[in-house]
């Protein structure tokens, strides 16, 4: 039986929030909040903030881009397909936003506060900054913030260790990186030159792998407090990344590369939550 008219619409605008990358950042910023030690209820709120602040941003992208993904024939982009329509789309972005900010209220101001900075970033990217030199900039600030949301969501507010803001934003080059390298040739097509763009695929994909192994290299360095579990993850990001690079620079952009950023990426997210109160200033 086929889906009614309602829940397509439903399915399409789900796929529009970029459901995967933004399951994955609610995921890392509430293992944070467990790290630093907040109350269940905080780790909760901070989840379902970071979750609704997530869908905001898919759906800002997908809003803003919407001519140049049709002009490009992106197929996995409902808006782009004519499977929702752009209003709904832009109103649901601003919903979610909202929502997301007014729900972080509970942890405190400070941390409602940067929050606010961090998504407000993220949207900047999606409205101007992917067409510039300085694209990556919103990715290390949105991503160098989620260790201080969780620190700044304990019932008294703590700052983060430089090194937990330091690997969080290196995380966030890779990101950006990995992210835009599928689509260098699309966005060509549609005037979009960000720093990726500008530097080429060869220097991105070194660019990527480098961001993910400095992550690694300042959360298990030993002037840090590392661990020998976070000396293991070290060694095992090192190899991943050697062999990543290696191959795409052999063979060039496929599956495969983005399978390996995502388990580097994970190894330096495990090796910062393993990190624990360590993440606090003391």
Same mark, same amino acid.
């Given at each position: /039986? !086929?889906?009614?008219?309602?829940?397509?619409?439903?399915s399409?605008?789900v796929?529009? *929030?970029?459901p995967?990358?933004?399951?994955?950042?609610?995921?890392?910023?509430? #293992?944070l909040g467990?790290?630093?030690? @907040?109350e269940?209820?905080r780790?909760?709120?901070?989840g379902?903030? /970071?979750?609704l602040?997530?869908?905001?941003?898919? #759906?800002?992208?997908d809003w803003?881009?919407?001519? =140049?993904?049709r002009?490009?024939? =992106?197929?996995?982009?409902?808006?782009? $397909?004519?499977?929702?329509p752009?209003?709904?789309? $832009?109103?649901?972005?601003?919903?979610?936003?909202?929502?997301?900010?007014?729900l972080?209220?509970p942890?405190?101001?400070a %941390?409602? %506060?940067?929050h606010?900075?961090?998504?407000g970033?993220?949207?900047? +990217?999606?409205?101007?900054?992917?067409?510039?030199?300085?694209?990556?900039?919103? +990715? %290390?600030?949105?991503?160098?913030l989620? !260790?201080?949301?969780? *620190?700044?969501? $304990?019932?008294v507010?703590?700052?983060?260790?430089?090194?937990a803001?330091?690997? &969080?934003?290196?995380?966030?080059?890779? %990101?950006?990186?990995a992210?835009?390298? !599928?689509? #260098?040739?699309?966005? $060509?097509?549609?005037?979009?030159?960000? @720093?990726?763009?500008r /530097?080429? @695929? =060869?220097?991105?994909?070194? *660019?990527?792998?480098?961001?993910?192994?400095?992550?690694a290299?300042?959360?298990?360095? !030993?002037?840090? &407090?590392?661990?020998?579990?976070?000396l293991?993850g070290?060694v095992?990001?090192?190899?991943?990344g050697?062999?990543?690079?290696f @191959?795409?620079?052999?063979?060039g952009v496929?599956?495969?590369?983005?399978?390996?950023?995502?388990?580097?990426? #994970?190894?330096?997210?495990? /090796?910062?939550?393993?990190?624990?109160? =360590?993440?606090?200033v003391?």
């Amino acid at each position: /039986m !086929p889906a009614s008219p309602a829940l397509r619409r439903v399915s399409a605008l789900v796929r529009s *929030t970029h459901p995967g990358p933004g399951i994955a950042v609610t995921v890392v910023a509430a #293992l944070l909040g467990v790290a630093v030690g @907040l109350e269940p209820w905080r780790v909760a709120v901070l989840g379902v903030a /970071m979750l609704l602040d997530q869908c905001s941003v898919g #759906l800002s992208n997908d809003w803003i881009d919407a001519d =140049r993904d049709r002009a490009v024939g =992106r197929q996995d982009k409902p808006v782009a $397909r004519g499977e929702i329509p752009v209003h709904v789309v $832009r109103a649901a972005a601003w919903l979610a936003a909202s929502a997301a900010l007014l729900l972080t209220l509970p942890l405190g101001l400070a %941390a409602a %506060a940067a929050h606010a900075v961090a998504l407000g970033s993220a949207w900047a +990217y999606n409205a101007t900054l992917k067409n510039s030199a300085v694209s990556v900039l919103p +990715y %290390a600030l949105s991503f160098g913030l989620l !260790p201080a949301l969780a *620190t700044l969501a $304990r019932p008294v507010p703590a700052l983060p260790v430089w090194w937990a803001v330091a690997a &969080g934003a290196l995380l966030g080059v890779a %990101a950006h990186f990995a992210n835009v390298l !599928p689509d #260098l040739d699309d966005d $060509r097509e549609t005037g979009i030159r960000g @720093l990726p763009h500008r /530097m080429g @695929l =060869r220097a991105s994909i070194v *660019t990527t792998w480098l961001a993910l192994v400095l992550a690694a290299a300042v959360i298990a360095s !030993p002037g840090n &407090g590392g661990s020998p579990a976070s000396l293991i993850g070290f060694v095992i990001s090192l190899a991943i990344g050697a062999i990543g690079l290696f @191959l795409a620079l052999r063979r060039g952009v496929g599956r495969w590369l983005f399978r390996l950023v995502i388990t580097a990426a #994970l190894i330096d997210v495990a /090796m910062l939550v393993l990190a624990g109160s =360590r993440l606090l200033v003391s």
